[in-house]
């Protein structure tokens, strides 16, 4: 037993030791990277987070293996409490807070509560709830965070078997689902991609036909193959703003800061297209991660197509996958 008792000033040591590594390793990760306004401005983060007076929802578009844009991340996500909780800096403008992310589908919310709420153990919470595989390195620090200001953290998106069942059977197909299974996913019929955004996708997509020899296109061999997978992310673009929704219909006045791939958000296509759909009116700001270094003249309407803020490297960044 002594020399347990003894162990334990070496282990706080250790934690301590890890915690300051962790705040040099995002302090690094910070200063490597710049930030635009729309108007091709050099923007420190305060200006981003100051902005947010003047909306509902900031939607973070990230590249998710990079650190860096996973360090933005969490310091919007706490500059935002520092600025808007109760003890922020701001205090005539105190507001709920919500974290929302793409990283969790809607069928393990009652986990994530569950946690928050410290009613089960983290590794009882991770067992369950389908993290993805840099959750410890990436996410992880953001769920702390809020678990530790008392935030609610909304597990957003569609839960990929039923994405899978669109991009293979097409939207029609989910009318079969249970009615319990319904309630994970976007009330239906959800809604349509926008014209702007079915080009996007085909493009990134590489032009994508509607089907390939022995079903190349999306893997399937339906003739709708190209639509299918389109309905397929319009799913979890639906779904994740439903989701937002319906948060910002329990607490009006909440600010929500939602983390997803920068696809789903760049130039305000996708969630928040879909977002707008279901809650007109809502005020969107968008922050978008893009992967490289800033061009040698910046482009202020190419910047306005990525997003509110664009965030550019200095110098590389160590990946996390």
């Known amino acids: 037993m002594r020399r347990f008792f003894s162990l334990i000033p070496v282990m706080f040591f250790l934690l301590a030791a890890i915690g300051i590594m962790n705040v040099t390793k995002a302090q690094d990760e910070m200063a490597a990277v710049e930030i635009y306004n729309a108007k091709g401005q050099t923007v420190a983060l305060k200006d981003v987070i100051?902005?947010?007076d003047n909306y509902d929802v900031v939607f973070v578009g990230e590249l998710h293996n990079d650190r860096a844009a996973h360090a933005v991340e969490?310091?919007?996500l706490q500059g935002a409490f520092a600025r808007y909780g109760v003890e922020g800096v701001v205090k005539s403008q105190s507001r709920p807070m919500a974290l929302s992310l793409e990283m969790f589908e809607r069928d393990v919310q009652h986990l994530l509560d569950e946690y928050l709420a410290g009613m089960i153990l983290e590794r009882q919470f991770l067992a369950g709830s389908r993290p993805w595989n840099n959750y410890q390195t990436d996410y992880r620090p953001l769920v702390e965070f809020a678990r530790g200001q008392k935030l609610p953290v909304l597990a957003a998106n569609a839960p990929d078997r039923?994405?899978?069942?669109?991009?293979?059977?097409?939207r029609e197909?989910?009318?079969e689902?249970?009615?319990?299974a319904k309630t994970w996913i976007a009330p239906l019929p959800y809604g349509e991609a926008s014209a702007a955004y079915s080009e996007k996708f085909r493009a990134v997509m590489g032009g994508m036909p509607a089907a390939a020899p022995g079903g190349?296109?999306?893997g399937h061999s339906s003739?709708?193959?190209a639509l299918h997978l389109l309905d397929a992310q319009a799913l979890r673009d639906a779904t994740m703003a439903y989701s937002i929704a319906e948060h910002l219909k329990r607490q009006p006045r909440a600010l929500v800061i939602h983390v997803n791939g920068n696809f789903?958000?760049?130039?305000?296509?996708g969630t928040p297209e879909q977002l707008l759909a279901l809650r007109p009116g809502t005020r969107l700001l968008v922050v978008s991660v893009v992967g490289g270094e800033a061009p040698t003249k910046i482009d202020a309407e190419t910047l306005r197509q990525l997003g509110d803020f664009v965030v550019y490297k200095k110098r590389n960044v160590n990946r996390s996958f």
């Open 177 to 180: 689902l249970p009615t319990p």
């Open 173 to 175: 197909a989910l009318k």
């Open 50 to 52: 100051e902005a947010l």
């Open 162 to 170: 039923y994405v899978n069942r669109v991009s293979r059977l097409g």
């Open 216 to 218: 190349a296109a999306g």
């Open 264 to 269: 789903h958000s760049e130039g305000r296509l």
């Open 223 to 225: 003739p709708h193959g």
């Open 74 to 76: 969490l310091e919007v």
